[in-house]
């Protein structure tokens, strides 16, 4: 059986997280491969449920640290990492977003480690122009293989990394096809449940929402549910509190049981800045749930075909979101057509068809 670690700081409440979290569970249920996890905070911080049955180790790293401690610390946590790989067995490790896989690589220098770094959001998100050369130079002596989200992405990494990517999709961490529903009925008789999940921070647009939200005042057939938590949560719950909508708006907080939420959805609003491969589409369609969303770079467009199977708007156009949304809320048939079509759109997300691109990335290691 093929021994790996995986390394991700924590299963902390995040994208990456919860789909490290999904593979690693099945992988551990086919009883697939022999996995360590490397972890570097504790695991109080968990999120998101492991199998118990999976080894895990944690190094002690510490992110409280400012100034002169902080940069002494680097160093530490690169002592501590190659500590551990010197006393590992493991070939192949499997390094999860940009920093733990910068400073992995650096930690093997010379251990005849074959890594493989996985981004999780677009090209540029990750640092300025100098840290990104940094990574890139790594990447191209020290990696084995990089995994990006998106084909569209590709172009933004220069050449000489080309030979080494692959395109491989985050799998759906909930599969709504597992479940009874009836595509386009209306859940709650002539109300349309919105749905809103993600980090409540800027990058998510939350700005953009509350614009939005603040628009759809003179329309009363409509709720909005949010799943998500994040430094803007109390700027949000201000805002439905001066905008008199605490009746339509409801914060949830983080949800582990947000299957429920996608069942009882008409519609799922995105309004995100900038998106790696937004995952929240793909579950939302899984359940018949059509997605309202800005084309941002990237994944909305990667998901959503416009008046398909569901409605994208052009990246930043706010009036145009505001009329494309007051049209369906008012029109449910609209999104019954939406949502018929939806849960076809994500067949190529489920877990199996991810994990045979993860065989072929293992067995092009062995060449």
Excluded: Q
């Amino acid at each position: 059986m093929k021994k790996i670690l995986f390394y991700i700081p924590s299963f902390a409440n995040g994208g990456a997280e919860r789909v490290a979290s999904v593979l690693l569970n099945y992988w551990s249920a086919l009883d697939k491969y022999e996995i360590t996890v490397i972890n570097t905070l504790p695991k109080e911080n968990d999120f998101f449920k492991v199998n118990s049955a999976i080894p895990r180790s944690f190094l002690k790293f510490n992110y409280n640290l400012t100034g002169v401690k902080f940069f002494l610390e680097k160093f530490y946590r690169i002592y501590l990492l190659r500590s551990f790989l010197k006393s590992r067995s493991e070939v192949i490790i499997v390094s999860f977003m940009s920093s733990p896989s910068i400073l992995l690589l650096i930690s093997s220098i010379g251990l005849n480690k074959k890594i493989v770094c996985c981004e999780h959001t677009n090209y540029f998100l990750y640092g300025n122009k100098l840290t990104r050369l940094i990574r890139n130079i790594l990447y191209y002596f020290f990696a084995k293989k990089i995994t990006l989200l998106t084909d569209r992405d590709i172009k933004s990494y220069p050449r000489f990394l080309h030979s080494k990517i692959t395109v491989l999709p985050n799998p759906l961490g909930v599969d709504g096809s597992k479940y009874n529903f009836r595509h386009g009925k209306i859940k709650n008789n002539n109300m349309i449940n919105l749905l809103f999940v993600g980090r409540l921070v800027a990058v998510k647009g939350i700005d953009r929402l509350c614009s939005i939200l603040n628009e759809l005042k003179d329309i009363h057939n409509w709720k909005l549910t949010i799943c998500g938590d994040g430094v803007l949560r109390s700027d949000l719950e201000e805002f439905v509190k001066i905008n008199k909508l605490s009746n339509r708006v409801f914060l949830k907080g983080s949800v582990k049981d947000i299957e429920d939420y996608y069942l009882n959805a008409d519609l799922l609003v995105m309004t995100s800045i900038s998106e790696g491969l937004p995952m929240v589409i793909a579950e939302a369609m899984s359940f018949g749930v059509p997605v309202i969303a800005f084309d941002c770079p990237t994944g909305p467009r990667e998901f959503i075909s416009h008046n398909i199977n569901g409605l994208l708007v052009k990246d930043g156009d706010i009036n145009e979101y505001i009329k494309e949304l007051k049209f369906v809320i008012n029109n449910p048939e609209k999104l019954a057509i939406l949502s018929e079509r939806a849960s076809s759109s994500v067949d190529s997300y489920s877990l199996s068809n991810i994990d045979k691109i993860w065989d072929c990335i293992f067995v092009g290691l062995n060449n």
